[in-house]
């Protein structure tokens, strides 16, 4: 039922606004004839525990014939008009009556007072897997716009980062939209552009661009390439007969020293 302390003051201050839903049971009376002497509340159950705690003996109704069928469903659409429903309790309600039903998405449109693409978008966030589901509802998160972002990340654990982000540093629409984009990028295949290494001689006598398939390159990887680059060249020196002597004298040569 949850807190009923506001709408217990409310209706002793101004009574019952709306009436109570109730279908009649049917009895057996001793003759065998049916009678009815009891009704059952299909919509209103909150009104009416209040009512109790404010101290009303007599409460507004409306009496309706139901099947077991329909009063079910004038209950779940009755409890899907609430204003404290979490979005995953209103996503769960529009699922029932699709399912328990019939409905179509314009027909619970229609009779919960929403947009088509309003209920779309909360049938949506069933999508989301359970335990993202549970970590938006431990952490507070329940603004249906930021979980609907949440919910077009491209996988559980991006979900579940997305979800600590926005609740310690409370994020809007528009940044969890740009945080999503940003671990999008973080759990993709890097798509950086090969390094290339370059130098140029002070005097700008010669320069030289060294380009590595791979983005990432470090100092070693680097002076290995070089120090490879320096041998083919001497073996090509020796096959052809000829020197270099440049790059054999010692202020040219490459070295890998311990702590390079």
């Known amino acids: 039922m949850g807190d009923l302390r506001d709408l217990v003051e ?35 159950e909150r009104r009416y525990r209040a009512a109790l705690e404010a101290g009303l003996f007599e409460v507004p109704v409306i009496e309706m014939e139901l099947t077991d069928q329909e009063a079910l469903e004038v209950a779940l659409i009755e409890n899907l008009q609430r204003k404290d429903l979490s979005p995953f309790e209103e996503a769960e309600g529009y699922r029932a009556l699709a399912e328990n039903h019939g409905y ?12 088509r693409s309003s209920v779309t978008e909360s049938l949506q966030l069933l999508h989301l897997p359970p335990r993202v589901r549970e970590a938006a509802q431990a952490l ?9 972002e949440i919910a077009k990340a491209p996988n559980e654990e991006t979900m579940i980062q997305l979800l600590e982000r926005i609740s310690s540093h409370g994020l809007s629409r528009d940044e969890v939209r740009r945080e ?7 759990a993709s295949p890097s798509r950086r552009r090969p390094y290339t290494f370059r130098f140029r001689a002070p005097d ?42 440049a ?7 490459i070295s890998h020293e311990p702590g390079d």
């Open 104 to 115: 179509r998405h314009e027909q619970i449109a229609e009779v919960v007072g929403k947009s």
């Open 204 to 245: 700008r006598s010669f320069q030289l661009a060294l380009t590595f398939r791979r983005s990432a390159v470090g100092p070693v990887d680097l002076i290995e390439a070089l120090e490879q680059i320096l041998i083919d060249l001497r073996q090509k020196a020796k096959e052809s007969g000829s020197a270099i002597a």
């Open 140 to 148: 507070g998160i329940q603004a249906k716009s930021t979980l609907l």
């Open 247 to 253: 790059a054999d004298s010692p202020g040219d040569r």
């Open 10 to 44: 409310s209706i002793r201050s101004r009574g019952i606004l709306e009436p109570i839903l109730v279908r009649p049971l049917p009895q057996k009376s001793q003759s065998g004839q049916p009678s009815v002497s009891r009704y059952q509340i299909v919509s209103g």
């Open 180 to 186: 999503k984009r940003s671990l999008d990028r973080a």
